[in-house]
């Protein structure tokens, strides 16, 4: 069935080098992708979503990309801070009524 | 701007024991709901959602239920707790709309079943 998977779980970084988290997905006809950020106890938060119709968007200090013809999703978070510290999703609609299928997640950890 | 509560934040029940979760949404109307949970260390499992009132479809088959008895409520029960419900419950809504729209997500409920 339809999927969406990461290819690091863990990815650990240096405060101010910039992160690139990687998702792939199995389901072409998907046409919506969002990423998450989910802090320790905390509810997902919507950072960035992006449209089967653009193959990149930007926001504050992040951009995703997003290539159709691999079915390949990444998150671009520059100059990557503490506070970036979380476990980052990927998910993508599947099914009608905004139904979203999550990755397992990759965790980004920052050291100063 | 919109809201979307849940409580309790946190919960320890006894095997066999009842069990009701609540999520409201606020400032949206005739919002999609979702429940999902979420094992520790691991991604969102969706378990209910919800397009209108008294309509709940069912994604995994399991021992717990949803109802939705007004526009922005979502309740997730169980008439008998096991320890493999223990989890991270949450809460999601998104806007009706063409093609989705990202669901925001409320705070969770960590239930822990002894």
């Known amino acids: 069935g339809e999927s969406v998977g990461l290819h690091l779980p863990t990815l650990s970084v240096q405060e101010g080098d910039n992160s690139i988290i990687n998702c792939a997905y199995s389901?072409?006809?998907?046409?919506?992708f969002i990423w998450y950020k989910q802090e320790s106890g905390k509810g997902p938060q919507f950072i960035i979503d992006?449209?089967?119709?653009?193959d990149k968007r930007q926001g504050q200090r992040v951009t995703v990309l997003l290539n159709k013809t691999v079915k390949h999703l990444s998150l671009q978070i520059a100059a990557t801070q503490p506070g970036d510290s979380a476990v980052y999703f990927c998910?993508?609609?599947?099914?009608?009524?905004?139904?979203?299928?999550f990755g397992a997640g990759t965790r980004l950890a920052v050291h100063p | 701007s919109q809201t979307i509560h849940q409580w309790p934040a946190t919960l320890v029940q006894p095997v066999g024991s009842p069990l009701s979760l609540e999520c409201t949404v606020e400032?949206?109307?005739?919002?999609?709901l979702y429940w999902y949970r979420q094992a520790a260390g691991r991604g969102l499992q969706l378990l209910f959602y919800?397009?209108?009132?008294?309509?709940i479809s069912s994604e995994v088959p399991q021992n717990l239920s949803a109802s939705r008895p007004q526009d922005r409520q979502f309740i997730l029960s169980s008439k008998k707790l096991l320890l493999s419900d223990s989890g991270f419950y949450l809460c999601?809504?998104?806007?009706?709309?063409?093609?989705?729209?990202?669901?925001?997500f409320g705070p969770g409920t960590r239930l822990t079943v002894l």
């Open positions: 999601a809504w998104t806007g009706k709309g063409l093609a989705g729209g990202a669901q925001y």
């Open positions: 389901n072409s006809a998907s046409d919506y």
């Open positions: 992006i449209r089967s119709n653009m």
């Open positions: 998910a993508e609609t599947s099914g009608g009524y905004n139904k979203l299928i």
């Open positions: 400032g949206t109307s005739n919002p999609n």
């Open positions: 919800s397009v209108g009132i008294g309509q």
